[in-house]
């Protein structure tokens, strides 16, 4: 039998909820590269994925960007505790 879980596709609100706390998430952290990386690969991800049809598919994304978001949390506060004294060059405005 195959997990009912699985097979639940997200509905547009649900997605765009993922992605905004996804960037929200990058937002927190404090060095610059870590940020904009984190930013970028939100973007590109979604991106990668605004094709998919097939309700796994969807839903396995869905799942994954879910689990991508607790990890950026969790990675988001540890680098909040070993943040630099100095700011990134990049953060430094004129």
Known sequence: MASTTASIVPTRSEVL???????????????YNIREYTKCRTV???R?????????????AFSYG??????????????SLYAPKVKSIMDIKP
């Open 17 to 31: 909820w993922l992605f905004r706390s996804l960037l929200r998430t990058a937002r927190q952290f404090t060095d």
């Open 44 to 46: 590109d991800g979604f």
């Open 48 to 60: 990668q994925n605004r094709t998919l049809t097939d309700r796994d598919a969807l839903a396995s």
């Open 66 to 79: 879910k689990a991508q978001l607790e990890i950026a949390k969790r990675q988001a506060i540890v680098y």
